[in-house]
């Protein structure tokens, strides 16, 4: 019978315990506290009427912190009619062995009109790292990383600017440190309005010998070299441009040494040069070669060399010309010395011969200057020659008359 009173006992404070008022299972001594707990579902601190799983709230009017749980990710709900601040403090006490705080590390989330993740504690000082409001969101801090060793993406800025690294994280200064095996790639921004883009697979890359392009704020793009000059300017050891038709062909344009001499060069699938210009200014066609000697002559001003035929419909050459041989005084050749010249070397005078032209080519402005003069010299003895042949002719028409007359005069006598 005793046992059956105890038990009866007990079944009564258990019921009175659990009987709820509105669903409420736990309640303040004092029905004016806000520091309620509700197990009705929803948790409220500062409140009592929790409108979500878990309701901060420091009684100012309008202003609440929720964080409700839904179907999708936990969705944040905050009003900023309010100074005042609810927050919740994430800490962790580093204990030492005879029980006294060694160190105190922790998460503070502030709301207010930001919603504020806040590393350090209440206590010793703390510094805000990440930040929400109604505009947008903030990071404090020199990274922001996404992902994991080097899968990962970071953001942020070191003394050379501001960085999006993917694979690497700045170290210090213009290095960067790789998070992985693999390598990866750094866009950046420096102080000066350049933004550059850096690509390595070494564990550490340095923002200089690691830049691959970069913008300035010109507009200038230095691909090789952080100091473009132009507004594309490329540098490295094979620095060069290749056009593919991704049909099997391809031009490349490159600056090589040859010989020597820096030359730009212009060639198609790889294979022989087909324009060459080199740095004294000489052009080269189908060849490499741009002598300065050819024979006995010297031609090291010609700047056009072609490998092959030309074909043109109009070629100008200016030269000097050949009007000198009308000038008064000039001393005409006889045409017996003339025969006697071809009669000894085989060629006319004061003109190359077969030999000289084959070793040493012909320049078509001394050469047409040249037949100008042998063709003026030619009308200069036709001139000559028709002179004469009038005398001749004047001189003959005397004597015929002289010779009528006298005949006239025989045959008088006679009779």
């Known amino acids: 019978m005793k046992t059956e009173s ?3 006992v007990i079944f009564c404070i258990f019921v009175g315990f659990i009987q709820p008022s509105h669903g409420q299972q736990w309640v303040p001594s004092n029905a004016n506290s806000m520091d309620h707990i509700y197990r009705g579902g929803n948790i409220g601190i500062g409140t009592t009427m929790p409108a979500a799983q878990v309701h901060l709230s420091n009684q100012a009017p309008n202003f609440e912190v929720e964080v409700e749980k839904t179907e999708s990710p936990s969705l944040i709900n905050m009003g900023f009619t309010s100074p005042f601040r609810p927050n919740l403090l994430l800490e962790k006490k580093m204990i030492n062995p005879d029980g006294s705080v060694a160190e105190t590390l922790g998460w503070i989330i502030d709301g207010g009109p930001a919603l504020d993740f806040v590393r350090g504690n209440l206590v010793s000082g703390s510094e805000r790292r990440f930040s929400i409001n109604e505009t947008g969101a903030r990071v404090f801090g020199s990274t922001f990383s996404i992902g994991k060793e080097n899968r990962q993406i970071n953001l942020g800025y070191s003394e050379e600017g501001r960085y999006i690294g993917m694979g690497y994280r700045p170290l210090a200064g213009a ?50 070299t952080v ?6 300017h490329i540098s490295g050891e094979k620095p060069g441009i290749r056009l593919d038709n ?47 000697v050819l024979g006995n002559d010297d031609i090291s001003a010609y700047r056009l060399f072609v490998e092959g035929g030309i ?7 200016r030269t000097g010309w050949s009007d000198y041989v009308f000038a008064p005084g000039y001393e005409l050749l006889p045409l017996t010395d003339v025969a006697e010249h071809i ?13 000289q032209i084959e070793a040493s080519g012909l320049e078509l402005g001394s050469m047409a200057a040249n037949q100008q003069a042998k063709i003026e010299e030619l009308f200069l003895h036709l001139i000559e020659m028709d002179t004469r042949l009038k005398e ?24």
């Open 175 to 224: 290095a960067f440190g790789s998070l992985g095996n693999g390598g990866g790639a750094i866009i950046f921004s420096s102080p000066d309005g350049k933004l550059s883009v850096a690509t390595g697979t070494a564990d550490i890359m340095s923002s200089g010998n690691s830049t691959r392009m970069t913008i300035d704020a010109q507009g200038s793009v230095g691909i090789g």
């Open 343 to 355: 009669a000894v070397y085989g060629h006319l005078h004061n003109t190359p011969s077969g030999a």
């Open 311 to 317: 074909l043109s419909n109009e070629v100008r050459v």
């Open 392 to 415: 001749l002719e004047q001189e003959n028409t005397r004597l015929r008359k002289f010779m009528e007359k006298n005949k006239g005069a025989n045959n008088l006598k006679k009779r």
């Open 227 to 232: 100091s473009p000059s132009a507004q594309l």
């Open 246 to 292: 991704q049909s099997g062909g391809w031009w490349d344009m490159q600056p090589l040494s040859l010989s020597g001499d820096h030359t730009f060069v212009l060639s198609y699938g790889g294979v022989d040069p087909i324009i060459l210009a080199k740095e004294n200014g000489n052009v080269a066609i189908g060849t490499e070669l741009t002598p300065s």
């Open 6 to 8: 105890t038990l009866m």
